[in-house]
């Protein structure tokens, strides 16, 4: 099977679709193209699939990227038998002539729009609608993958579910350690820098130090270097997702402070099953699913949103107790080696893609129809 995989938003290393889908497609024997913003993001494209670079859509800064992202999926998608598109902007450029397309649905794309200061209020009121008709618009005439159970209830139709799951080592990680805490993942306001910075500050005096690994916006960028350049925290800036996770290894927690806002609301941040596959207790705001997933395991402590004293007293604690922090760490460790371990569903992914692309019975509409709101 030739398949196309599409992202003009997303790092081309990203987990989901590089390390996850895409590694599956490719163990299984499947031939991949990457449409994908290579050069932007200096990302040299893995030798097994073929790479169509595109400029990457961010901020503002995003009428370059759909400008080329028509051309650059047509020529992608050519002979291809599957295109799988990860970004709703794609959906507006999609190919008139195209295989059997598949969106990919990462987000809560019109929740999202509250994080996103940079937008003019006007728009952040009125884009919901339109991103809702362009969604409903896509079910009628696409193949949907969802990436959260709680995105059901923004379509009328019954779509499979593929989770955030992660790699669980099959060895058992190290013990947490007693000399710094740990962050992956993108870093911005409202997944809490600002209290991982002020978090950091505190830490200091008692002899621990914070390690920020993920890409920033470009809002909260000044901030960090400053706090790095006062010796507050180290700031790694983007590491790929494996090396991330062996970074975090050790560490006294893995931190999650992301703040309550609707596109967090409903989803399992993925930082946190991330964090107990390599066996790190996890201090995590109350997101009603990473609340429920650490109070059910026992893998964790939960502190209020924005409370970087709790967060402290939390830290402190775990590292005056290793044993009972290590006692966290693997219970979170086995939870997510039976539970949220990727190859467990890569098989699953992988049939559901050969199914589309192979059913004589797909709607020719799903093929040729451009997506118009």
Same mark, same amino acid.
């Given at each position: 099977?030739?398949?196309c /995989?599409?992202?003009?938003?997303?790092?081309?290393?990203?987990?989901?679709?590089?390390? &996850?889908?895409?590694?599956?497609?490719?163990?299984?024997?499947?031939?991949?193209?990457?449409?994908?913003?290579?050069?932007?993001?200096?990302?040299?494209?893995?030798?097994?699939?073929?790479?169509?670079?595109?400029? &990457?859509?961010?901020?503002?800064?995003?009428?370059?990227?759909?400008?080329?992202?028509?051309?650059?999926?047509?020529?992608?998608?050519?002979?291809?038998?599957?295109?799988? /598109?990860?970004?709703?902007?794609?959906?507006?450029?999609?190919?008139?002539?195209?295989? /059997?397309?598949?969106?990919?649905?990462?987000?809560?794309?019109?929740?999202?729009?509250?994080?996103?200061?940079?937008?003019?209020?006007?728009?952040?009121?009125?884009?919901?609608?339109?991103? &809702?008709?362009?969604?409903?618009?896509?079910?009628?005439?696409?193949?949907?993958?969802?990436?959260?159970?709680?995105?059901?209830?923004?379509?009328?139709?019954?779509?499979?579910?593929?989770?955030?799951?992660?790699?669980?080592?099959?060895?058992?990680?190290?013990?947490?350690?007693?000399?710094?805490?740990?962050?992956?993942?993108?870093?911005?306001?409202? &997944?809490?820098?600002?209290?991982?910075?002020e978090?950091?500050?505190?830490?200091?005096?008692?002899?621990?130090?914070?390690?920020?690994?993920?890409?920033?916006d470009?809002?909260?960028?000044?901030?960090?270097?400053?706090?790095?350049r006062?010796?507050?925290?180290?700031?790694?800036?983007?590491?790929?997702?494996?090396?991330?996770?062996?970074m975090?290894?050790?560490?006294?927690?893995?931190?999650?402070?992301?703040?309550?806002?609707?596109?967090?609301?409903?989803?399992?941040?993925?930082?946190?099953?991330e964090?107990?596959?390599?066996?790190?207790?996890?201090?995590?705001?109350?997101?009603?699913?990473?609340?429920?997933?650490?109070?059910?395991?026992?893998?964790?402590?939960?502190?209020?949103?924005?409370?970087?004293?709790?967060?402290?007293?939390?830290?402190?604690?775990?590292?005056?107790?290793?044993?009972?922090?290590?006692?966290?760490?693997?219970?979170?460790y086995?939870?997510?080696?039976?539970?949220?371990?990727?190859?467990?569903?890569?098989?699953e992914?992988?049939?559901?893609?050969?199914?589309?692309?192979?059913?004589?019975?797909?709607?020719?509409?799903?093929?040729?129809?451009?997506?118009?709101?």
């Amino acid at each position: 099977m030739r398949v196309c /995989v599409g992202t003009i938003v997303h790092h081309p290393e990203d987990a989901r679709i590089m390390h &996850r889908q895409i590694r599956a497609l490719l163990d299984a024997g499947h031939e991949i193209t990457y449409v994908a913003p290579f050069t932007d993001c200096n990302v040299t494209p893995d030798p097994r699939i073929r790479a169509v670079d595109v400029p &990457r859509a961010l901020g503002r800064h995003r009428r370059r990227a759909l400008k080329a992202a028509r051309g650059a999926l047509k020529r992608g998608a050519e002979g291809a038998d599957l295109l799988v /598109v990860h970004d709703i902007e794609l959906l507006l450029r999609l190919p008139r002539r195209r295989p /059997v397309t598949v969106w990919d649905v990462h987000e809560d794309t019109a929740a999202a729009l509250e994080a996103k200061t940079y937008l003019p209020e006007l728009l952040r009121r009125t884009l919901p609608s339109l991103i &809702r008709r362009v969604e409903a618009r896509a079910e009628d005439r696409l193949h949907l993958v969802l990436a959260e159970e709680a995105y059901r209830e923004r379509f009328s139709g019954s779509h499979p579910v593929v989770p955030n799951t992660t790699y669980v080592p099959h060895r058992p990680p190290p013990p947490p350690g007693r000399n710094r805490v740990v962050y992956v993942g993108q870093l911005s306001r409202a &997944r809490g820098a600002a209290e991982l910075v002020e978090l950091a500050r505190r830490l200091l005096p008692h002899g621990i130090r914070t390690d920020l690994v993920g890409a920033a916006d470009a809002e909260i960028r000044p901030m960090l270097r400053d706090a790095q350049r006062q010796g507050l925290l180290d700031w790694y800036g983007y590491v790929p997702n494996q090396h991330a996770l062996r970074m975090a290894e050790g560490a006294i927690a893995g931190l999650s402070l992301l703040h309550d806002v609707p596109n967090y609301r409903q989803s399992m941040p993925t930082k946190v099953v991330e964090y107990m596959s390599r066996g790190l207790p996890v201090v995590t705001t109350p997101l009603p699913a990473a609340a429920a997933l650490v109070g059910r395991t026992g893998c964790g402590v939960v502190t209020p949103f924005g409370d970087v004293d709790a967060v402290l007293g939390a830290v402190l604690a775990l590292r005056d107790d290793p044993g009972g922090a290590a006692a966290m760490g693997a219970r979170g460790y086995e939870e997510a080696l039976r539970h949220y371990d990727w190859p467990a569903h890569a098989g699953e992914f992988v049939g559901l893609l050969e199914g589309w692309a192979t059913a004589s019975a797909a709607p020719a509409r799903a093929h040729r129809r451009p997506l118009v709101v």
